[in-house]
Protein backbone atom coordinates (compact mmCIF):
# COMPACT_ATOMS: atom_id res chain seq x y z
CA UNK A 1 0.00 0.00 0.00
CA UNK A 2 1.79 3.31 -0.99
CA UNK A 3 1.14 6.31 1.30
CA UNK A 4 -1.29 8.14 -1.08
CA UNK A 5 -3.46 5.04 -1.08
CA UNK A 6 -3.68 5.46 3.08
CA UNK A 7 -7.56 6.09 3.86
CA UNK A 8 -6.80 8.46 6.80
CA UNK A 9 -4.48 10.49 3.92
CA UNK A 10 -5.58 13.29 1.80
CA UNK A 11 -3.70 12.56 -1.25
CA UNK A 12 -2.81 15.85 -2.17
CA UNK A 13 -1.82 16.75 1.99
CA UNK A 14 1.76 18.20 2.29
CA UNK A 15 2.68 18.48 5.47
CA UNK A 16 5.55 20.75 5.63
CA UNK A 17 3.78 23.21 3.30
CA UNK A 18 2.86 25.65 6.51
CA UNK A 19 6.69 25.31 7.60
CA UNK A 20 8.01 27.01 3.94
CA UNK A 21 4.99 29.61 4.10
CA UNK A 22 6.19 30.65 7.51
CA UNK A 23 9.80 31.31 6.20
CA UNK A 24 8.95 33.41 3.65
CA UNK A 25 6.96 35.36 6.31
CA UNK A 26 9.80 35.42 8.23
CA UNK A 27 8.49 32.96 11.38
CA UNK A 28 9.54 29.64 12.52
CA UNK A 29 6.22 26.86 12.57
CA UNK A 30 6.95 23.37 13.79
CA UNK A 31 4.59 21.48 14.94
CA UNK A 32 3.14 20.96 18.43
CA UNK A 33 1.23 18.46 20.09
CA UNK A 34 -2.09 20.03 21.12
CA UNK A 35 -3.13 16.73 23.48
CA UNK A 36 -1.20 14.40 25.65
CA UNK A 37 2.39 15.66 26.05
CA UNK A 38 2.40 19.09 24.41
CA UNK A 39 5.50 18.76 23.00
CA UNK A 40 6.82 20.51 20.08
CA UNK A 41 8.67 18.49 17.28
CA UNK A 42 10.27 18.58 13.98
CA UNK A 43 10.20 17.83 10.69
CA UNK A 44 6.59 17.83 10.62
CA UNK A 45 4.14 15.02 10.78
CA UNK A 46 0.28 14.36 11.45
CA UNK A 47 1.40 12.18 14.33
CA UNK A 48 2.98 13.31 17.67
CA UNK A 49 6.28 10.82 17.89
CA UNK A 50 6.33 11.35 21.50
CA UNK A 51 3.17 10.37 22.31
CA UNK A 52 1.07 9.39 19.47
CA UNK A 53 -1.08 11.78 19.12
CA UNK A 54 -2.78 12.92 15.89
CA UNK A 55 -3.93 16.38 17.43
CA UNK A 56 -0.82 18.40 16.24
CA UNK A 57 -1.11 22.12 15.25
CA UNK A 58 1.47 24.84 14.13
CA UNK A 59 3.49 26.78 16.44
CA UNK A 60 5.28 29.99 16.00
CA UNK A 61 8.51 29.55 17.97
CA UNK A 62 12.01 31.51 18.69
CA UNK A 63 13.89 30.54 16.02
CA UNK A 64 17.15 31.26 18.35
CA UNK A 65 19.01 28.02 19.77
CA UNK A 66 22.49 26.55 19.88
CA UNK A 67 24.30 24.21 17.97
CA UNK A 68 24.00 20.60 19.04
CA UNK A 69 26.78 19.39 16.15
CA UNK A 70 27.75 20.20 13.26
CA UNK A 71 30.21 18.72 10.18
CA UNK A 72 31.90 20.15 6.97
CA UNK A 73 30.50 17.81 4.00
CA UNK A 74 33.27 17.50 1.02
CA UNK A 75 30.80 15.42 -1.02
CA UNK A 76 27.33 16.48 -1.09
CA UNK A 77 24.56 15.96 -2.47
CA UNK A 78 23.43 16.66 -5.87
CA UNK A 79 22.64 20.71 -6.34
CA UNK A 80 24.11 21.64 -3.14
CA UNK A 81 27.85 23.74 -3.73
CA UNK A 82 31.15 21.65 -1.66
CA UNK A 83 32.39 22.02 1.19
CA UNK A 84 29.04 22.05 2.78
CA UNK A 85 28.33 23.10 6.73
CA UNK A 86 25.41 21.47 8.28
CA UNK A 87 24.74 21.32 12.08
CA UNK A 88 22.08 20.21 14.09
CA UNK A 89 20.20 23.29 15.44
CA UNK A 90 18.65 22.62 19.06
CA UNK A 91 16.01 25.44 19.68
CA UNK A 92 14.95 26.53 23.29
CA UNK A 93 11.40 24.91 22.23
CA UNK A 94 13.19 21.48 22.19
CA UNK A 95 13.35 20.44 18.82
CA UNK A 96 16.63 19.98 16.69
CA UNK A 97 16.89 21.01 13.19
CA UNK A 98 19.28 20.10 10.28
CA UNK A 99 19.76 22.88 7.95
CA UNK A 100 23.13 24.40 6.37
CA UNK A 101 25.38 26.49 8.77
CA UNK A 102 26.25 29.86 6.91
CA UNK A 103 29.78 30.07 8.46
CA UNK A 104 33.10 28.64 8.12
CA UNK A 105 33.70 25.49 9.88
CA UNK A 106 36.33 26.24 11.85
CA UNK A 107 34.51 29.18 13.95
CA UNK A 108 31.59 26.92 15.05
CA UNK A 109 31.69 24.61 18.17
CA UNK A 110 29.44 22.36 20.10
CA UNK A 111 26.89 25.07 21.46
CA UNK A 112 27.61 28.31 19.45
CA UNK A 113 24.51 30.16 19.62
CA UNK A 114 22.83 30.45 15.97
CA UNK A 115 19.26 31.23 14.92
CA UNK A 116 17.25 29.66 12.17
CA UNK A 117 16.41 31.75 8.97
CA UNK A 118 15.14 32.03 5.64
CA UNK A 119 17.95 31.72 3.34
CA UNK A 120 18.95 31.28 -0.57
CA UNK A 121 19.55 27.24 -0.96
CA UNK A 122 23.72 26.46 -0.72
CA UNK A 123 23.82 25.78 -4.90
CA UNK A 124 21.49 25.07 -7.45
CA UNK A 125 19.39 22.59 -5.90
CA UNK A 126 16.40 21.66 -7.39
CA UNK A 127 13.42 22.06 -5.08
CA UNK A 128 10.85 21.23 -7.26
CA UNK A 129 7.22 23.01 -5.78
CA UNK A 130 9.08 24.50 -3.14
CA UNK A 131 11.34 26.43 -5.31
CA UNK A 132 9.06 29.83 -5.04
CA UNK A 133 9.96 29.52 -0.65
CA UNK A 134 12.93 30.31 0.61
CA UNK A 135 15.46 27.53 1.88
CA UNK A 136 16.83 27.68 5.62
CA UNK A 137 20.18 28.41 6.82
CA UNK A 138 21.20 28.35 10.41
CA UNK A 139 23.43 31.72 11.59
CA UNK A 140 25.60 32.25 14.42
CA UNK A 141 24.16 34.57 16.31
CA UNK A 142 26.08 36.94 20.00
CA UNK A 143 24.57 35.29 22.92
CA UNK A 144 22.01 37.44 24.77
ZN1 LIG B 1 2.39 14.23 22.09
Known amino acids: MSGS ?25 IHRCESGC ?53 LAAGPRLLTPVAADYDDLAVGTPVEVVPAEPPGEVDRGELAEYPYVEAVPVQPE
Request: glycine fraction near 10%; proline fraction near 15%.
Open 38 to 90: GRAFFPPGPVCPHCGSRKVDWAEVDPRGQLYSFTRQHVTPPGFDAPLVVGLTE
Open 5 to 29: DRPDTPPDERHTLPFWEGLADGRLL
